[in-house]
């Protein structure tokens, strides 16, 4: 069956199709598709997996076409960079 194993880091995306065995958990495709080797930074012990946009374990079974995704740990929490954010516009809004 056909699905693809994805990566993302900050300066590049690796996608990787396969073709994988039905009944093949997404271990198991991440394991096919030796993105572990390409990206040894990934610890699937830390980082999060999924299909799709969502988490799923590693003994999820994979279905025809699936997306299989590593997520990267967040480099800032979401709302620490929003608050950046509104702080930076406020401080240029106020040199008007």
Do not use: H, W
Not at 42 to 61: A, C, H, M, V
């Amino acid at each position: 069956m056909k699905i693809e194993v994805v990566y993302a880091t900050e300066s590049k995306q690796i996608i990787i199709p396969l073709d994988v065995p039905e009944g093949s958990t997404l271990y198991q495709a991440i394991i096919y598709s030796n993105i572990l080797n390409i990206c040894p930074e990934i610890d699937l012990q830390k980082q999060k997996t999924g299909i799709f946009n969502i988490i799923s374990p590693l003994d999820t079974l994979l279905k025809e076409n699936d997306r299989v995704e590593i997520y990267r740990p967040l480099s800032i929490d979401p709302i620490a960079r929003r608050f950046e954010r509104v702080k930076k516009e406020r401080k240029k809004n106020v040199k008007k």
